[in-house]
C-alpha cells in the first residue's frame, strides 16, 4: 500500500511536469526551496532509518523524530546516534545561519545546516518529503534559505484564551512552516494573561471578565452571563518560551501600553487618570480606558512589569503594544497636563511620545530593543525602535524611509481573524474583511520600497486576533492554509511560483490531515 502511494505521488510529479506545471527539477514543498537539482534514483526513508548527529546539537533530530511518530504510526522514535549510514546530520558553518543543504543519493541522506536551525529546516523540509513520497526521497541536492530574518505569526490570547497545550499546537504549525517568530499578544482590554509577582492582582482579578459580548461589536445581542477567564503561571510561560526555542522560534511578548489595558485598570485603578472603577472588558473595539500618562506610578508600574517580562522572555525585541489609545482621559486629567506642561509637550500624542521612548530607554538597559505598532511612528517615534505595521502598508514604508526596522503586518492581507472567502458562506461571524489563501500569496511586502530601503524590512507576520474565535480547532483552520501562503511570502519571497503553489499545497494538505491538523476547505474547492 505505501509503496503505491509513493509510486502515486511520483507519477503526479511526473503528469505534472507533462502538463507543465511542476518543474522537472521541482519537489513537491512548501516553502518553495532555493535550488532543487534531481539525479535519479531514491532513497527510501522509513521508521527505522538512523539519525546520525556527526556536528551540533542532538536537539533538531530528537524534535525531527518526536515529529515523525504520528506520521510513521509509531510508538517508538527514531534512533538517534553518532555513526553510520541513514539520515546524517551536520553543521556547515560556510552556509547561511538558517540555511541547509540536503543530499539525497541511493545510499543516504546528508543535512548539513548554517546552524542547529539550518538542519532543523532541512528535516522540516524532509518531513514534508517523507510523507508525499512515502518514504522514497528523490536523489538530488536541495539547497535553500530564507529571504527575511523575522517570519512571524502573532497569537492573541486576551479575546479568548488559550491553554499550554494549545499554544504548543500553534508553535508546532509554525515550526513546520519554516517561521521563527511568535508575537504572544499577552494582556489585553478583556484579560490579562501573564502572572506577574510585584502585582498578583493582575492576574487574581484581571484575568477574568464576568461575561461576554454575543453578536457582532457593530450589531451586539447582548451578553452571555458566563464568566471567562484563564493565565499563564511564570513557570508555564518559561515551559511555552522552552519549548518554542528548541523549535527555533522566538517568542516576543506583547504587553500593551498605554492602551488596550482595561483589564490592568480593573485590577489595579490607580493606573487610571481618575483612579476610575472600570471592569475588565466585555465587549470588543477600543475602549477609551487608558493607563494615565502623567502619574509616576505608572511608569513605575511599566518598568516593573517589564522586568519581570525580560527575565522570563530572551527575545531581544520586546513589543510594547501603543496601538488604538485615545486620549479623551489625558485631556482632561490634571496629572497628564502637568507632565505636559512639565516637559514642553505640545499634544497628548506627544506625552504617548515620551511614554514610549521611556520605555524603550528602560528595555535598552537589560539590552533589549522596543517594538511597536504604527500608532508609534505619529507619537515621535525615537530612530532605534522597530515598526510594526498594520493599518496598511504606509507606515511601515515612512518607517523605513525614516531608517527604522519594520516588520509588515497589513491588515490586507495579514490580518488572520478576517473571512477567508468573499461570500462568507459557512464561515460563521468573524469580524469582517476579506483575506484569501490567493490574497496572501500574491503579496509584495517589498512594494514602494526602493533597494535601499528594503533593507528595513526585517520581515513579514500574520495576526490572529481572537474576538471571534473560540477554540483551537477554529484556530487552526484561520491559519491553515493560509500560514503556508505566507510562509513562502516569509521564505521564498522572490521565488513563489504561482504554477506550482496548487499541486504543492494539494500535497501539504494531505500532510496536515496525517499531523492532525483541521484546514480550511475554501482554497482546495477554488472558493476565493
Ligand atoms: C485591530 S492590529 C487591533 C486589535 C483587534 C483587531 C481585530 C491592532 C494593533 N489592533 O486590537 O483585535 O484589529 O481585527
Redesign the pocket.
Known amino acids: 500500500m505505501k509503496k503505491f502511494l509513493s509510486r502515486i505521488a511520483l507519477g503526479a510529479m511526473a503528469l505534472l511536469m507533462l502538463a507543465g506545471t511542476v518543474h522537472a527539477e521541482e519537489l513537491l514543498l512548501v516553502p518553495q526551496p532555493l535550488s532543487t537539482v534531481l539525479s535519479g534514483g531514491v532513497f527510501k526513508v522509513t521508521a527505522k532509518t538512523p539519525l546520525i548527529v556527526e556536528s551540533g546539537d542532538e536537539n533538531p533530530a530528537r524534535i525531527f523524530a518526536e515529529q515523525m511518530m504520528p506520521l510513521f504510526g509509531q510508538k517508538k522514535p527514531m534512533t538517534i546516534t553518532t555513526r553510520g549510514e541513514g539520515i546524517r546530520l551536520s553543521i556547515d558553518p560556510t552556509l547561511e545561519a538558517e540555511g541547509y543543504k540536503m543530499t539525497t543519493t541511493k545510499k543516504g541522506i546528508c543535512i548539513s545546516g548554517g546552524s542547529e536551525a539550518g538542519i532543523f529546516y532541512g528535516l522540516q523540509s524532509l518531513r514534508q518529503l517523507i510523507h508525499t513520497y512515502e518514504g522514497c526521497i528523490p536523489c538530488g541536492e536541495i539547497l535553500d534559505a530564507p529571504n527575511f530574518a523575522y517570519r512571524g505569526a502573532h497569537f ?1 490570547v486576551c ?1 479568548h484564551f488559550f491553554t499550554v497545550e494549545e499554544v504548543k499546537r500553534y508553535i508546532d504549525i509554525l515550526a513546520a512552516h519554516k517561521l521563527n517568530r511568535l508575537h504572544w499578544h499577552l494582556t ?1 482590554d478583556q484579560g490579562w494573561r501573564i502572572e506577574i509577582k510585584a502585582y498578583p492582582e493582575l492576574t487574581e482579578k484581571g484575568s477574568m471578565r464576568k461575561e461576554t459580548l454575543i453578536g457582532h461589536c457593530h450589531r451586539p445581542e447582548g451578553f452571555d452571563g458566563i464568566p471567562y477567564g484563564g493565565y499563564y503561571t511564570q513557570e508555564q510561560i518559561r515551559e511555552v518560551v522552552d519549548y518554542a526555542a528548541k523549535r527555533y522560534i522566538t517568542i516576543i511578548p506583547e504587553f500593551e501600553m498605554p492602551g ?1 489595558a482595561q483589564a490592568a485598570l480593573h485590577a489595579l485603578p490607580w493606573l487610571g487618570c481618575e483612579e476610575q472603577q472600570v471592569e475588565v472588558w466585555t465587549q ?1 473595539g ?1 475602549t477609551p480606558e487608558v493607563m494615565c500618562g502623567g502619574k509616576e506610578s505608572t511608569y513605575q508600574f511599566l518598568e516593573t512589569v517589564l522586568s519581570e517580562i525580560v527575565a522570563l522572555f530572551p527575545s531581544e525585541l520586546i513589543h510594547i ?1 501603543g ?2 489609545c485615545p486620549k479623551e482621559r489625558w485631556k482632561v486629567c490634571e496629572h497628564c497636563q502637568a507632565r505636559m506642561e512639565a516637559l514642553g509637550l505640545k499634544s497628548e500624542n506627544q506625552l504617548q511620545g515620551y511614554l514610549i521612548e521611556r520605555i524603550e530607554k528602560f528595555l535598552n538597559g537589560y539590552g533589549r530593543r522596543l517594538i511597536g ?1 504604527d ?1 508609534i511612528l505619529e507619537c515621535g517615534v525615537t530612530p532605534t525602535a522597530t515598526v ?1 505595521s ?2 496598511g502598508t504606509e507606515g511601515g514604508i515612512t518607517a523605513a524611509k525614516r531608517g527604522n526596522q519594520v516588520v509588515m ?1 497589513p ?1 490586507e492581507p495579514c ?1 488572520f ?2 473571512y477567508q472567502t468573499k461570500s462568507q458562506e459557512g464561515e460563521g461571524l468573524q ?3 476579506h483575506v484569501s489563501f490567493e490574497k496572501v500569496y500574491a503579496w509584495d511586502p517589498y512594494k514602494g520600497l526602493n533597494e535601499e530601503e528594503k533593507k528595513y524590512i526585517l520581515g513579514v507576520q500574520c ?1 490572529l ?1 481572537t ?1 471571534y474565535i473560540l477554540d483551537m480547532r477554529h484556530v487552526e483552520m484561520k491559519l491553515l492554509p493560509r500560514l503556508a501562503a505566507l510562509s513562502e511570502v516569509q521564505w521564498a519571497t522572490e521565488r513563489r511560483n504561482e504554477k506550482s503553489i496548487r499541486p504543492r499545497m494539494e500535497q501539504l494538505r494531505k500532510f496536515y490531515e496525517a499531523c492532525g491538523w483541521n484546514y480550511a476547505p475554501y482554497y482546495f474547492k477554488g472558493r476565493e
Request: proline fraction near 0%; avoid cysteine.
Open positions: 492573541d479575546r489585553d488596550h470588543w477600543v503594544g496601538d488604538e505598532w500608532e510594526m498594520w493599518r503586518t491588515m490580518s481573524d478576517f469580524i469582517g474583511g495576526n486576533w474576538e
